[in-house]
């Protein structure tokens, strides 16, 4: 969804990038991305601030749902209660950007 929102080269080109240190200085962090699909997307200003305000909250509820494909029992309310909230966070984006 934010690789689409924000293409790899808009974001270089942007405020929101900072060149890393290490062997790939050009590697886009996921918050990165989500800065400049907000600002770049995102009409109503004060939306834009709060859905960038939410980058942290969006990245972990991203690395719970990664958590999900390890192999093992999973615990079903945990799994049901990442997916909604996942599922709030587009919706929201969605809303955001008015489709």
């Given amino acids: 969804f934010f690789d689409w929102l924000a293409p790899d080269d808009e974001v270089r080109s942007s405020p929101h990038f900072s060149r890393k240190e290490g062997a790939d200085p050009n ?4 918050r990165e ?8 997307h995102i009409r109503d200003r004060q939306k834009a601030n709060l859905l960038s305000s ?3 909250t969006i990245l972990g509820t991203y690395n719970e749902l990664n958590k999900l494909h390890e192999r093992g029992a999973l615990d079903v309310g945990e799994s049901r209660q990442t997916l909604i909230a996942m599922d709030r966070i587009l919706r ?8």
């Fill in 27 to 30: 590697k886009i962090h996921r």
């Fill in 33 to 40: 991305r989500i800065l400049y699909a907000a600002d770049r």
């Fill in 54 to 56: 939410q980058a942290g």
């Fill in 92 to 99: 929201e984006w969605i809303d955001a950007l008015g489709w």
